[in-house]
Structures are given as structure tokens and as C-alpha cells.
T-cell receptor, first 113, second 112 residues
């Protein structure tokens, strides 16, 4: 299995909703990442988990809450989002520090209304 | 710290060649290249680790200069399937760990 699977593919939520994005990989990668990508812009790093511990939080607002229940799963919990949070959210994983490259999931297209 | 890519956008006819550059003000630990098609995830193309390194597969190749501050991606005899946005990326060591950042991106469109 050489894929990163993200669900759901599309999500529309209101500003008072609570939702979660899920990411799963079975490649034995021990580093997992959340990126946010706006249209026509490069992905921006949000969080890094290394061996299931949060190692980097790029000053992301607390309305985004990551969770890594085990080495194969990564969640992003969403609460009280703003319309400007609408974007493509990408999950990625890598061996170690990623020197062999990163594998990305197909993303969740999030729209906040 | 974000690598800067040039050109920002390029339009080609099938069979033409293109070069995409990725530049940094500081030496990079490594450089990766990705292609992203509209609405899809970035797809890993290749990684370069050493100054002076060149590598490639099929008609896509890349180089990393000796000072490790510039990398170039070469697309030869372009095909329609090459259309997309190309990103270089690099790992930056900070706070005891590596974090990965992408370059500014180059939009490539190949016309029939």
C-alpha cells in the first residue's frame, strides 16, 4: 500500500460546526503532516507529527486541533472556522525526515459558509 | 526562507522544452520536485541531495548546483500530461526537527 488516504474528499461546514478530517497511511511512515493550500498558492505547512508526537505547530489558530491516535492515523479537528479557512487540506507522510520524498493524500476540499 | 521559482508561468506547444528554476538565498539541505494537477495532490518527481547532482527519468531531469542554492527542472519534448503546477521544496531544520516548505510554484501549460 503506497497511498495516503484522506476523508472526506469534500466538506461544507458552517462556522458553528465541529468536523474532523481524517488521514491514513500504511507505509510505515513515522512522520505525518497537515498542509493547507489556497488556490494557485503552494501548500503551507500547518503541523508535523514525528513518531506520533507533535513536533511542529506553525502558529496555527486553535480552531484547528490535530491528533495522531497511532502511527497510521492523523486527524484534524475543526471548530468555529471562518470563511477564510476554506482551502484544500492536504495530509502527507514520509520516512523519517522526508529525505526520500513525501507522499501526499488527494486532499479534502473544505468550504466554510 | 521560501525558495523562489521562475518563471511563474509558462505555455508550451507539445514537443517543446522548458526549464524551471528554484533559487534560495541560503544553501539547501536537499531539494525535491513535485507536480500538482488542478484539484489533485502534489506528486513527488525526484529529490536531489548533493551539490552538483543531476538526475532524471524519461524526459524529466533536474540539477542541483554546487553551492546547493539553485536547482533546475528540465522538461524535454513536453507532452500534454506535463501540464500542471511544479513546486520545488526543501527541508529546513528548526526547533530540533525538519519542516518542509514549498517554493512559489510554476504553472506549466502544454498545448496541442
Amino acid at each position: 500500500d503506497t497511498e495516503v488516504t484522506q476523508t472526506p474528499k469534500h466538506l461544507v461546514m458552517g462556522m458553528t460546526n465541529k468536523k474532523s478530517l481524517k488521514c491514513e497511511q500504511h507505509m510505515g511512515h513515522r512522520a505525518m503532516y497537515w498542509y493547507k493550500q489556497k488556490a494557485k498558492k503552494p501548500p503551507e505547512l500547518m503541523f508535523v507529527y514525528s513518531y506520533e508526537k507533535l513536533s511542529i505547530n506553525e502558529s496555527v489558530p486553535s480552531r484547528f486541533s490535530p491528533e495522531c491516535p497511532n502511527s497510521s492515523l492523523l486527524n484534524l479537528h475543526l471548530h468555529a472556522l471562518q470563511p477564510e479557512d476554506s482551502a484544500l487540506y492536504l495530509c502527507a507522510s514520509s520516512h523519517g525526515q522526508g529525505t526520500r520524498g513525501y507522499t501526499f493524500g488527494s486532499g479534502t476540499r473544505l468550504t466554510v459558509v | 526562507q521560501q525558495p523562489v521559482q521562475s518563471p511563474q508561468a509558462v505555455i508550451l506547444r507539445e514537443g517543446e522544452d522548458a526549464v524551471i528554476n528554484c533559487s534560495s538565498s541560503k544553501a539547501l539541505y536537499s531539494v525535491h520536485w513535485y507536480r500538482q494537477k488542478h484539484g489533485e495532490a502534489p506528486v513527488f518527481l525526484m529529490i536531489l541531495l548533493k551539490g552538483g547532482e543531476q538526475k532524471g527519468h524519461d524526459k524529466i531531469s533536474a540539477s542541483f548546483n554546487e553551492k546547493k542554492q539553485q536547482s533546475s527542472l528540465y522538461l524535454t519534448a513536453s507532452q500534454l500530461s506535463y501540464s500542471g503546477t511544479y513546486f520545488c521544496g526543501t527541508a529546513i531544520f528548526t526547533s530540533g526537527t525538519y519542516k518542509y516548505i514549498f517554493g512559489t510554484g510554476t504553472r506549466l501549460k502544454v498545448l496541442a
